[in-house]
């Protein structure tokens, strides 16, 4: 009986695990650049009671066992790296990465992180920085004699001054990309970090090598599909019920023991 009850709460601990990465998802829907995490399950150790395969006579073995499942668990959240829709916003500084890539941003401890959100303003001295502040790598600068800026599907930039008739380019945007996307640690900010299970970052040119191209005037949309998180969420909700129900069950036949026998 105490087996089933513990069998039980972890099947309730696990649910409740899921639906607070479902209820994430949900308050990121918009979320620019936002990517959905998904919880993966494992179940615990066995108890083997009877071995599957031991001798039940000199000539014959037993074709099944006995093994009594402890539970289960949310052993990782994973990032799903599934482009979101493109919104079209018209503003010169935003900028998505159509494709696979992330832009690089300098934190200010000196470290470079990663993010899909390319809703880029102007500092004080008109270098590129995200919401944050934090500025776009490689550095870009932009003028305050700028009258237009443009942002080329494989990332260079230009910009054409008052008074000129034609454009003069500034630099380029690079995007990184990853082996393994779904192991960057997500720090919060919209921003990603490299870690072993990621790999290294490999820099380029956006368009080549795999690499995404850039769109100039518009942004990446939270890849989070409302109904598809609410059905995850009913699910979960009835799977959690059922757990509560198995440990009420117990219960009621512990309480028939004791006051039956």
Partial sequence: ???ALWVAKTGLD?????????????????????????????????????????????NTAAPTGLMLGTGTRVVSTEKIHQQGSLINT?????????GDGFFQILQPD???????????????????VNSSGYLLQPALTIPNTAQTITVGADGTVSVQNYGQTTSSTLGQIQVARFLNPAGLQAIGGNLFKETSSSGAPVVGQPGQNG???LIQGSL??????????????????????????????????????????
């Fill in 1 to 3: 009986m105490d087996a």
């Fill in 14 to 58: 696990a649910q409740q695990t899921r639906m607070n990465v479902i209820s994430n998802n949900l308050a990121n829907v918009n979320t620019t650049g936002f990517k959905r995490d998904r919880a993966n399950f494992e179940d615990l150790l066995y108890q083997s009671v009877k071995q599957g395969g031991a001798q039940t006579s000199a």
């Fill in 90 to 98: 018209n503003n010169a500084l935003d900028v998505a990465v159509s």
């Fill in 110 to 128: 000196g470290t470079i992180a990663f993010s899909r959100d390319g809703s880029f303003k102007l500092s004080a001295t008109g270098q590129l």
């Fill in 211 to 213: 690499a995404g191209s």
């Fill in 220 to 261: 990446e949309a939270s890849n989070v599909n409302v109904v598809e998180e609410m059905v995850g969420m009913i699910e979960t909700q009835r799977a959690y019920e059922v757990s509560s129900k198995a440990i009420e069950s117990v219960s009621d036949m512990l309480k028939f023991v004791n006051n039956n026998l």
